[in-house]
Every structure is written in structure tokens, then in C-alpha cells.
């Protein structure tokens, strides 16, 4: 029953470095989506997957790049990381947002110093 | 420019009385409304949800009402458990697929 799963859950890096999270579901869902968390803003939307070989983004893009080869497969890259990106990062997939939602994985925990 | 507001951060309710979560929108073109809970080191799970053309939707101890008037709606969890001590997540889907949510509201039931 793996549902969602996001590698790795936590990171530390520094300003200027490079990572790549990685999100895989293995629920043949259709729809992938990358948010963060920051305390009193809830969860925003960063990029998204409405099918294999397809990306759109979300409300807070910048600095962030995705990608989807595979369909089960989720990329969130960060090219440069800023102080800024530190936050809690979810994945989630669904089939459709009709009344169901999303199903998240557990998050990654990323601190950039 | 937040779509969709929980102005309380927290709430502390007592073991077995009601707790109730708030949630306003500002778009009228929401066609469904959802209700996420995340415990600590998680990731949020679905919890209830409601249609914009209903105005109640429950489901054993959770109750979801809707105000489309008043663009709000709430949640209503009778009676409170120690275990509902969460972070709840209102959310607002649009016909995009997309999920707008809001800030979040920490719950602690007290035993």
C-alpha cells in the first residue's frame, strides 16, 4: 500500500547548490502535483502534471523546474537553491479533484543555508 | 491574493464538545469543497468533502455545511477526540483539477 512516495524526506543544502525530489505513485493516477508549505500560507501550488510528458505551473513557480517521463514518476528539480526555498514539500496525485482529492506523500523537509 | 482564507492559525476545544473549523472563499466559480487533515510528520489526508450545490454533507462524527451566500463554510466535528489533534486544510477545487487551499487551522483536543 505505498500510495505516494517521496525521496528523500529530508535535506539540508547550501545557497547556490542543486537537488532533485523525486515523487512516485504507483495508484495509475493520471494527475501529479508538486506544493509547498510555509507556516500561515498553507499549501501552494508549485508545478503540475495533468499526464505523462505534460507540466503546467502553479501559483509559485519560480526557481523551480519538473518534470514528468514517466507517469508515475514526479520530478520537483532546484537548480539554485535559495534560502527562500526552504519549506516542507508536497507531492500528491489524483485521478480527478471531484469530491475524492489528492493523495499526498509524506513530504521532504528542505533547509537551504 | 488568498482564494481561500481559515483566518483562526488555532483552536482548543475540550475532549467531547463540538469543534468548529471556518473557511471563507472569494471565488464563485469553486465547484467543490474539501476538508484535508495532517498530523505531524505527514502528509494531509482527505477528509470530508462537499458539492456547491449541496449545503451539508456529514459523515459519522464530521459535518461539512456550506454558505454560498456568504461564501463560507465549516466543519463540525462532534464529539471532539484527542485524536482529532491536527492541522486541518479547507480546499476549494476549481473545473482546472486544481486545489486552492487555505492557511490551515491547528486543532488541540484537550483530554
Known amino acids: 500500500n505505498a500510495g505516494v512516495t517521496q525521496t528523500p524526506k529530508f535535506r539540508v543544502l547550501k545557497t547556490g547548490q542543486s537537488m532533485t525530489l523525486l515523487c512516485a505513485q504507483d495508484m495509475n493516477h493520471e494527475y501529479m502535483y508538486w506544493y509547498r508549505q510555509d507556516p500561515g500560507m498553507g499549501l501552494r501550488l508549485i508545478h503540475y502534471?495533468?499526464?505523462?510528458?505534460?507540466?503546467a505551473k502553479g501559483e509559485v513557480p519560480d526557481g523551480y523546474n519538473v518534470s514528468r517521463l514517466k507517469k508515475q514518476n514526479f520530478l520537483l528539480g532546484l537548480e539554485s537553491a535559495a534560502p527562500s526555498q526552504t519549506s516542507v514539500y508536497f507531492c500528491?496525485?489524483?485521478?480527478?479533484?471531484?469530491?475524492?482529492?489528492?493523495?499526498f506523500g509524506s513530504g521532504t523537509r528542505l533547509t537551504v543555508v | 491574493d488568498q482564494q481561500v482564507k481559515q483566518n483562526s492559525p488555532s483552536l482548543s476545544v475540550q475532549e467531547g464538545r463540538i469543534s468548529i473549523l471556518n473557511c471563507d472563499y472569494t471565488n464563485s466559480m469553486f465547484d467543490y469543497f474539501l476538508w484535508y487533515k495532517k498530523y505531524p510528520a505527514e502528509g494531509p489526508t482527505f477528509l470530508i468533502s462537499i458539492s456547491s450545490i449541496k449545503d451539508k454533507n456529514e459523515d459519522g462524527r464530521f459535518t461539512v455545511f456550506l454558505n454560498k451566500s456568504a461564501k463560507h463554510l465549516s466543519l463540525h466535528i462532534v464529539p471532539s477526540q484527542p485524536g482529532d489533534s491536527a492541522v486541518y486544510f479547507c480546499a476549494a477545487n476549481n473545473a482546472g483539477n486544481m486545489l486552492t487551499f487555505g492557511g490551515g487551522t491547528r486543532l488541540m483536543v484537550k483530554p
Open positions: 502534471s495533468v499526464g505523462e510528458g505534460t507540466t
Open positions: 500528491a496525485s489524483s485521478y480527478w479533484t471531484g469530491g475524492y482529492g489528492y493523495t
